[in-house]
Nanobody
């Protein structure tokens, strides 16, 4: 069964950068579209970015031009490089198999093995 573990979060000042990692076990990622999602306190979880199995990225408008998603199939990992961070990026970030297109970043309803996520806090 696919298990995903997120890491790389932390406290960073506005304008700073972080690189998140999504590491898989129990299955390989290379055939799966993977998305990054975030949930801020009191808000619903939202799709941030996703990458198709062939490596095509998509981004929410709120992060376009600041975040870059990539995949390393050899290491069974998907990364999210986050630059020019803003306080509104503060949230717990999760990764999951995702429907992934220019208009859609949505986790598979059948995926129930969400990880613990990684906390990103952007504050001065």
């Amino acid at each position: 069964q696919l298990q995903l573990v997120e890491s790389g979060g932390g406290l960073v000042q506005p304008g700073g950068s972080l690189r998140l990692s999504c590491a898989a076990s129990g299955s390989t990622l290379d055939s799966l579209p993977i998305g990054w999602f975030r949930q801020a306190p009191g808000k619903e979880r939202e799709g941030v970015s996703c990458i198709t199995s062939s490596g095509n990225p998509n981004y929410a408008d709120s992060v376009k031009g600041r975040f870059t998603i990539s995949r390393d199939n050899a290491k069974n990992t998907v990364h999210l490089q986050m630059d020019s961070l803003k306080p509104e990026d503060t949230a717990v970030y999760y990764c999951a198999p995702s429907f992934c297109s220019r208009a859609t970043i949505r986790s598979w309803p059948s995926f129930g093995s969400w990880g613990q996520g990684t906390q990103v806090t952007v504050s001065s």
